[in-house]
């Protein structure tokens, strides 16, 4: 009874030798979360600088910078996770048309340019102004970074607003070209149930605007309560009602295609049923569903239709921040890991616990998160963030 029984369990969770092990680990799952916070956080720049939406003039510099920082970071994951990273420009150098990857690369290194040529020219004026007090390393780097042009007046200005204004329009499908083919190449794994649907792309972008405009809410509070220099709670406001919409859309389409696939049940939905009930119960229905989204859109509901004191809103926009980036994180999660842990054989799960210390585990990926942080850091000493009595472009 006991052989035939554990005959049974064997046929029941029977996993193919290829399939026990997960090949795309944390570090496949931070990539796309670095490239979904830039296309973002520019998204929230291009909001004022193409949409004229003035109430996001305190941020939208420090938007461009912020993404700057984090697209500079965007291949560390990449790099971290294959074989022989020093190959990694072959795809470049000898390109396929029809390949993706690619594809990546030339897009990567296109909107990494579009992105320096813009924040250049927003900050020339500033810049031009900075080279005057300065002297010797940065005296000179601000020569360069200026094009060696000191002229800031109205004429130059005005030609430097209409090149901005294009960049940044450009910029905008660029973005989302930047993001979304990360969810056009999941969704093209026909062999895998769970990611191949046409709606992957859609919820790539979509929680890319989630976690960008988290990001910057709470970077700029964090920045503007540490420096002890008053917050612009209209803007808060502003990028609340806008994360509301974003992410509601967001939630909407990444429980759509969980429907459509329980409404279609294919050959493959027991796998997927499975899955979601099963392996991936605590990450999607607790995490990424009932804590991470649940709660942080009653919290956007309150504060978005109803006048909160400022103090009680910086608390609460700070909240629904660091929850909505969690949920974003949890959504990689379940994408990147749950679809490997579904055995190609249709009658198996396996599992994946990250490991602090491994090449691509949890302290490199810690510390892949906090390289953003420090270039941001970097960035703030020759691109200031805010100036005092300043007017932007």
């Not at 007046?153 to 990360?182: N, Q």
């Not at 700029?220 to 406001?237: G, H, L, N, R, W």
């Not at 990689?332 to 198996?348: A, D, E, H, Y």
Request: with cysteine; aromatic share 14%.
């Amino acid at each position: 009874m006991s052989a035939a029984h554990d005959t049974v369990a064997s046929l029941a969770n029977y996993v193919f030798p290829n399939d026990l092990h997960v090949h795309w680990s944390l570090m496949i799952v931070l990539y796309p979360y670095i490239t979904g916070i830039v296309a973002g956080a520019f998204i929230v720049s291009s909001l004022y600088h193409v949409f004229g939406v003035k109430q996001l003039k305190p941020i939208a510099r420090f938007s461009l910078l912020f993404a700057l920082a984090f697209l500079a970071c965007a291949t560390f994951p990449l790099l971290n996770h294959l074989g022989h990273p020093e190959r990694n420009m072959n795809m470049m150098l000898t390109p396929s048309p029809t390949s993706a990857m690619a594809g990546f690369g030339y897009i990567y290194s296109l909107y990494g340019m579009l992105l320096i040529l813009e924040i250049l020219f927003i900050y020339r004026p500033t810049m031009v102004a900075l080279k005057a007090k300065s002297s010797g390393f940065m005296r000179g780097l601000y020569t360069i970074l200026t094009f060696g042009s000191d002229n800031v007046g109205p004429k130059s200005l005005a030609l430097d607003h209409k090149i901005i204004s294009f960049l940044a329009a450009i910029g905008i499908p660029m973005a989302c070209v930047l993001h979304g083919y990360v969810g056009f190449i999941f969704g093209g794994i026909k062999a895998n149930p769970l990611w191949s649907t046409p709606l992957m792309p859609v919820i790539f972008l979509l929680s890319a605007c989630v976690s960008g405009i988290s990001g910057i809410i709470l970077a700029y509070i964090i920045i503007k309560t540490f420096k002890k220099e008053p917050i612009d709670f209209e803007c808060v406001q502003t990028c609340l009602n806008y994360l509301a919409g974003f992410f509601i859309i967001d939630f909407v389409f990444e429980m759509l295609e969980i429907f459509s696939h329980g409404y279609l049940r294919t050959e493959h939905w027991h796998m997927v049923d499975g899955l979601l009930w099963g392996n991936l119960y605590n990450t999607f229905w607790v995490g990424q569903v009932y804590m991470f989204s649940v709660i942080p859109m009653f919290l956007l509901g309150w504060v978005c239709l109803t006048r909160v004191h400022d103090q009680v809103l910086k608390v609460v926009a700070s909240v629904i921040s660091v929850l909505l980036l969690l949920q974003v994180i949890f959504m990689r999660w379940n994408v990147v890991i749950g679809g490997q842990l579904m055995s190609k054989s249709g009658r198996g799960y396996t599992d994946f616990i990250p490991q602090w210390f491994e090449k691509e585990g949890i302290l490199v990926a810690l510390i892949i998160m906090i390289c953003p942080l420090i270039i941001l850091y970097i960035l703030s000493k020759i691109f200031p963030f805010w100036l005092e009595g300043e007017k932007t472009a």
